[in-house]
């Protein structure tokens, strides 16, 4: 195969170069247990900590409100079903979005078969919460809120700023509630300072900004309600047992690190790419749509639908292209149903269909949106003469 | 993911198009994820002589339309009545097994197009009716509703040919 051009870091990111070396004394040299007292140990013990001050300095809290999880998925279960079990004596209703990650969203139901209550917010047709519609949600029973900092497929960021000050207003009647962000997302993209967007959880994920897969973080603002999942050692302050894992949490604050010292220059750099990348799709294909709120994007976020033809076909022709991207597709998903995130946007199932997805990252080169656009138009069209909803005879 | 075969016909898919004077025309649709096959096939003596397929739908749906149209070419209505799904799939080198469900649409548009024929035939239904009905129950079929492409879509739909 030759040169391949990724297109698809909402997905995953490759591990930062330095990210790696920094990680790889501890698989071979420094493997000792943190929990254990000799000095092989030591080190890895001096390591995760280095790690956790590295992490809360980014965050901008306190080194003991970070918890080392496996990662997003972890970080999202451990926070909404942490802190609605905590509070479950005195509220029993969450508040969340319908464009969340399966993560939540999952985390949810599951909690509505404990009995929980949930609302699910609808969205604009950008993917936005309305926060005056969230307020509206809140009830006497409310205990836990939790909205994504950017969405993962189409890019849109949530006002959550405004929603924070929602909460506090709440709190300051006397109320228990906790707000959780997922920003797994956001990392690299925007500020992850904890006290500037007012949330008492967030989520992260390493491998979303060219960290390790695997390791995640939770942020817990000291004083929230918050029930353990995973029991055993004292681990994470008795937050989540479980011997750490010392390369990788080494590797997510390196990671971390580097994303935030780059934040800027790197969002100014896919975002010059993206709205070449999105002005060219206008003006070289028809039929086209842009899914997701046309500024309040994330920076490397590219969404289309390519009316008539389906996604997996335009991704294989990309992938034999060289080209790696995503799709909400039916087709594409393992459970065979289209984007939840389209579908609450109010797209069509049919118009879901058509869905693409190219998220920009640090490697990415204007030669690489050129090469794209020269070759994208042709894969659609080839697509369209073979589609029963296209007008145009090709026999 | 999907075998050199699939691949294949994905890329380069035999008999794409429309024909103009069909003798018969079939339209399945997939009521698991929503995608779309149109075969038109021209018939002489009981023989499929020409077949075209147009297909909405991922790299199976559209490698398994290519397949049967290859499949049923020069065959007689008879035999080309006994093509499955699973044959289809089969000549295929096989699919992943969350793909099978696609090669659904390549056989039963196959017996819907040959329905569609024999139906116009003197004494028979009109094409019209049955055409409609056809469409109509492949929009629905199997327990969950599939997208009905022409009442939903947001956007015009350009006229089907008649
Ligand atoms: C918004 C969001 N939340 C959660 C996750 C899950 O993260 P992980 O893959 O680390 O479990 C992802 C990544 O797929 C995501 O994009
Ligand atoms: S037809 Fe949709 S998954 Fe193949």
Known sequence: MGKMIYMDHAATTPVHPKVLEAMMPYFTEKYGNPSSVYSVAQEARKAVDEARDKTARALGCRPSEIIFTSGGTESDNAAVRGAALALRQGGDHIITSSVEHHAVLHTCQSLEKQGLEVTYLPVDRYGQVGVDELEGAITDRTSVISIMMANNEVGTIQPIAEIAEVVKSYRQKGRNLVFHSDAVQAAGALDLDVNKWGVDMLSLSAHKFYGPKGTGVLYLRRGTPFTPYQTGGSQERNRRAGTENVPNIVGLATALELAQTHRESASQHSRRLRDRLIEGILSRIERVQLNGHPTNRLPNNVNFVFEFVEGESILLNLDFAGIAASSGSACTSASLDPSHVLLAMGLPAEVAHGSVRFSLGTANTDDDVDYLLSILPGIVAKLRAMSPLTQTPTS | ?162
Do not use: W
């Not at chain 2, 197009?113 to 009905?133: C, N």
């Open chain 2, 1 to 162: 993911m999907y075998s050199d075969k699939v691949m294949d016909h994905f890329f380069n898919p035999r008999n794409v198009g429309m024909i103009q004077e069909a003798d018969g025309v079939g339209i399945a649709g997939n009521p698991v994820c929503g995608d779309l096959l149109k075969l038109f096939i021209k018939v002489k003596d009981d023989v499929i002589e020409d077949i075209k397929f147009q297909t909405l739908g991922c790299g199976a749906a559209i490698a398994t339309s290519s397949m049967v149209t290859e499949m049923v070419k020069g065959k007689t209505l008879e035999e080309a009545k006994t093509v499955t799904n699973a044959a289809v799939a089969q000549a295929l080198g096989g699919l992943p097994p969350v793909k099978m469900h696609c090669s659904n649409l390549a056989a039963d548009a196959v017996h819907k197009a040959i329905e569609d024929y024999e139906g116009k035939r003197p004494g028979k239904k009109s094409r019209e009716s049955l055409f409609k009905g056809e469409a109509a129950e492949a929009g629905v079929r199997g327990g969950r509703e599939a997208p009905a492409y022409d009442e939903h879509l947001h956007h015009e739909i350009p006229e089907e040919e008649d």
